[in-house]
C-alpha cells in the first residue's frame, strides 16, 4: 500500500527619559512625537533587552506591545511567547493575562529567523513558526487538549487598524462568565479564547493559524457589538466552543474575510444581534465547511454576504454543485473533527483538482499577492478558495517496507540539508523522515535500512530546471517500539540552549526544532554496541520524557535535523532520571548537559590534553595553568576521584575503577571544562 505526499509550492521608551529620546531634537517637557520604528522581540534572548535591534531585542512580546507607538513595527523571531501580564490591575485570577493591543495602527509581523540579524527578505512565517500560547502553565496535551490553567484569551484588541500578521494562536481558555474592563472596554471571559476583539475595535489579522482553543463563545475567535475586524489567508481549525461559533463568533460585529478556511472546529461561524444591532459579516473566496456540527455557517436574523464562497456543500455566485461535496474532497489531508474539536492539526491544503481550485474572484484579493505559506496566490486564471492555493509540481511515492498500515494515521516531514522543515520540493537536497504510531520514526535511507538520525538519512536530491513534474518513489523501513518490562522509573529533560553564569548552566528548553529523542536499553540481546532502540518520542515544545522504566542502563540519544546527535549513558535505579541536552547553533552540534563547557575568555581550556583515552591504568592530563582541582565523575555525576594542583602536568592513577564511561573536569578560579574518558 501506498502513500502519496503532494508537496507544495506553496527606541524605545525603556531609556528611562520622559520626554523626547538620546539624539532627538527637541526641549524637555516636549511631548514624544518620534517617527516610526521597529521593535525586536525574540524568545530565546537569556535576558529582556530594549528591543532596538535583534542584539538588544525584548524576549517577551507585551513589553515590545507597551513600547509602540502608532505607525511603529514589532518584528517577532520564531518561538513560542506567553502572556504575562495582567490585563488590569484589578484582576486577581490566573488566567486573566493576555497579550493586550492598545495601540492603533501598530504591525506586528512573526515569521523572522530566531538567529542572526535578518530582515524582512528573510522572513518566511511557514518556515519559522511564532506562535502565540495561553498555554501559560506549559501542561497542555500534546494533541492540544487544553489541561490546567490557561489564559482566557491569548489576545485582546482593543485597539483600531493593527496590523497583526504571521502567527500561530492557540492555548486559549475563556470559559468563566465574568467580565473585565480595559479602559472602558468590556473583555467577557466567556467570549474569544484565541483573539477577543473588543467592542468597536479594528484588528487586521493576516497569514495567520487559530487554532486549539476553547470558550463558550467563539472559541478560535469572537467579535463583539460594533468591531469590524479584517481577515485575510486565516485558517481557523480545531477549536471548541460549548456554545457556538467555535470558529468564530459575531456578537453585532461586522467582520471581513478574505480566503480564510474555517474546518475542523466543533462548529464553524454564527453571527448574533447584540443589544444594539445586528451583524454583518462579509466573505469573499472563503471556505466554511467540515466543521463538527452540520451548522457550519449559522445568523439569527442578519444579513450575510457571501461572495464567491463554498459554504457546506454550498457555492455562492457561480454554478451548482453537481452532487453533495465533502471536506475530504476539498482537502488533501482532511482528518474528521472530534466532538469536542480541539486539535493542534493544521493542515488544511487544498487537494490536486478539487472543486476549491480556480473558483475565487481576483478582485478580492486586493494587494495581498501571496496565500497563508507565502506562495503566490494567482496561480492559474483565478484565485483559489480558502487560505491556501493549490501548487505543486513534484510527487513523493513513499511506501513502507513490508507493513501495512492507515494512511491517515501517517505523517511525513520534509527538510532542506540544513534542517529547516519545508512543505515543498524545489531543486536542493532534502531529507525525508515518517512518522507512524506504535513505530520507531525514521527518515528515508537509500538501503532501505532503519534510520533513526539525521546523519543517517539518504538525501534526496531534486532537479526543477527542467520545470516538468516529477513523481520519486522511497522506501521507508520503520521498526515496532520494542516492549520491555515495566518499572517506575521516569527519564526526562529538555533540549535547548545554555545560560552560562560562570559556575552554573540552566538550560532554556527551546521550542520547533522539530528534535527527536531515542531511548536505547542494554540488554542480554546485544547490539553490536550492546543497546537495542526501545522508542522515539518528538519534542515539539523542547521536552521528552520516557515512563514507566525498569531499573538498568540506558543510552539516551537527542537528535534534531541539521544538526550532529548527541548521546549520553546513563544507570537508573530508581525515581527520576534528569538528561538534558544543549542545541549548539554555532557548530550544529547537540552535546550532553554533562558535557558542558563553562568558561571565560581567558580560560584557555583548548590547551588541556587528556591521554591516553581510552586508559586503563593511568591517565596522562597536560596544559594545565594557576591552581586547579580535578575531578573524576562517574555517569551519575557522583565524585569517584578529587585531587588539586598547580602544575602544569598531572599523572592520575585510575586502575581502581571499573570500566566504563566517566567525566573528567578541570576546575579554576571558578572557570571550568570537562570532557569525557574512557576506563578500559
Not at 507544495?8 to 528611562?16: P, R, T
Not at 466554511?288 to 463554498?310: E, Q, R, S, W
Not at 511515492?397 to 515543498?424: A, C, F, H, P, R
Request: proline share 5%; charged share 20%; hydrophobic share 35%.
Amino acid at each position: 500500500m501506498r502513500h502519496f505526499l503532494l508537496v507544495f509550492f506553496s527606541v524605545l521608551l525603556q531609556s528611562g527619559q520622559l520626554f523626547g529620546q538620546p539624539g532627538e531634537s527637541g526641549e524637555i517637557g516636549e511631548p514624544p512625537y518620534p517617527q516610526k520604528r521597529v521593535h525586536y522581540v525574540n524568545a530565546i534572548n537569556a535576558n529582556n533587552g530594549y528591543g532596538t535591534s535583534w542584539g538588544t531585542a525584548f524576549n517577551n512580546l507585551q513589553d515590545a506591545l507597551d513600547a509602540a507607538f502608532s505607525d511603529d513595527e514589532i518584528w517577532v523571531a520564531a518561538g513560542t511567547y506567553w502572556p504575562t501580564k495582567a490585563v488590569t490591575n484589578k484582576s486577581n485570577n490566573e488566567f486573566d493575562v493576555s497579550f493586550v493591543l492598545k495601540t492603533d495602527k501598530v504591525k506586528i509581523y512573526g515569521g523572522f529567523p530566531a538567529t542572526g540579524n535578518p530582515t524582512m527578505d528573510d522572513r518566511n512565517r511557514a518556515v519559522h513558526k511564532t506562535i502565540l500560547s495561553g498555554d501559560i502553565g506549559k501542561d497542555d496535551h500534546s494533541d492540544g487538549t487544553i489541561n490546567g490553567v490557561n489564559a482566557a484569551h491569548v489576545v485582546i484588541n482593543i485597539s483600531n487598524d493593527v496590523l497583526l500578521d504571521g502567527f500561530i494562536i492557540s492555548g486559549g481558555d475563556a470559559i468563566e462568565y465574568s467580565s473585565l474592563f480595559i479602559d472602558d472596554y468590556e473583555i467577557k471571559n466567556d467570549y474569544g479564547g484565541g483573539i477577543l476583539n473588543a467592542a468597536h475595535s479594528k484588528l487586521i489579522l493576516k497569514n495567520s493559524i487559530v487554532k486549539a482553543n476553547r470558550a463558550y463563545y467563539g472559541a478560535g475567535i469572537a467579535n463583539d457589538t460594533g468591531a469590524d475586524p479584517e481577515f485575510v489567508n486565516v485558517l481557523i481549525c480545531g477549536n471548541f466552543s460549548y456554545t457556538h461559533g467555535s470558529g468564530m463568533y459575531n456578537n453585532g460585529a461586522d467582520p471581513v474575510l478574505r480566503n480564510v478556511t474555517i474546518s475542523g472546529n466543533s462548529d464553524g461561524m454564527y453571527s448574533a444581534y447584540s443589544d444594539t444591532k445586528p451583524s454583518n459579516p462579509q466573505l469573499f473566496n472563503t471556505i466554511i465547511m467540515g466543521n463538527y456540527f452540520a451548522n457550519d455557517v449559522y445568523a439569527i436574523g442578519t444579513p450575510d454576504y457571501y461572495h464567491h464562497c463554498l459554504i457546506g456543500d454550498l457555492y455562492y455566485n457561480g454554478p451548482a454543485l453537481a452532487s453533495e461535496i465533502l471536506a475530504s474532497d476539498i482537502f488533501m489531508y482532511w482528518v474528521a473533527p472530534t466532538p469536542t474539536g480541539l486539535s493542534i492539526y493544521d493542515n488544511y491544503r487544498l487537494k490536486a483538482g478539487c472543486f476549491a481550485i480556480n473558483r475565487g474572484n481576483n478582485n478580492y484579493i486586493e494587494d495581498e499577492p501571496t496565500d497563508l505559506y507565502g506562495k503566490p496566490r494567482i496561480m492559474n486564471d483565478a484565485v483559489d478558495l480558502g487560505a491556501s492555493e493549490f501548487y505543486y509540481i513534484t510527487m513523493l511515492d513513499v511506501t513502507l517496507k513490508e507493513m501495512s498500515y492507515d494512511v491517515d494515521d501517517l505523517k511525513i516531514n520534509l527538510y532542506k540539508s540544513d534542517g529547516t522543515q519545508v512543505w515543498e520540493l524545489e531543486s536542493g537536497e532534502y531529507r525525508v523522515s515518517v512518522v507512524y504510531p506504535g513505530y520507531i520514526m525514521s527518515y528515508y535511507n537509500e538501503d532501505e535500512k532503519q534510520a533513526s538520525t539525521w546523519k543517517d538519512a539518504t538525501p534526496i536530491h531534486i532537479d526543477r530546471a527542467n520545470g516538468a513534474d516529477q513523481k520519486i518513489p522511497i522506501t521507508v523501513t520503520l521498526i515496532p517500539e520494542l516492549p520491555i518490562e515495566t518499572g517506575t522509573i521516569t527519564i526526562s529533560g529538555a533540549l535547548g540552549l545554555a545560560d552560562n553564569d560562570e559556575s552554573n548552566t540552566k538550560i532554556r528548553p527551546v521550542a520547533n526544532l522539530n528534535g527527536n529523542v531515542s531511548l536505547y536499553k542494554s540488554t542480554a540481546l546485544k547490539s553490536p554496541d550492546g543497546y537495542v532502540l526501545v522508542k522515539t518520542v518528538q519534542t515539539t515544545d523542547g521536552r521528552y520524557t520516557f515512563t514507566n522504566l525498569p531499573e538498568g542502563n540506558y543510552r539516551i540519544v537527542a537528535d534534531i535535523p541539521g544538526y550532529e546527535s548527541g548521546a549520553v549513558d546513563v544507570h537508573v535505579v530508581e525515581g527520576m532520571k534528569t538528561v538534558n541536552f544543549i542545541v549548539k547553533t554555532d557548530t550544529k552540534t547537540i552535546i550532553s548537559e554533562s558535557e558542558t563547557l563553562t568558561e571565560a575568555p581567558s580560560w584557555q581550556a583548548k590547551n588541556i590534553k587528556v591521554y591516553p583515552n581510552p586508559a586503563t591504568d593511568v591517565l596522562h592530563v597536560s596544559g594545565l595553568e594557576g591552581n586547579y582541582t580535578v575531578k573524576i565523575m562517574n555517569i551519575l555525576g557522583q565524585s569517584v576521584y578529587s585531587t588539586a594542583g598547580s602544575s602544569p602536568e598531572l599523572l592520575l592513577n585510575i586502575g581502581h575503577l571499573p570500566s566504563g564511561m566517566y567525566f573528567l573536569r578541570v576546575e579554576s578560579n571558578q572557570k571550568a571544562t570537562t570532557c569525557k574518558i574512557i576506563k578500559q
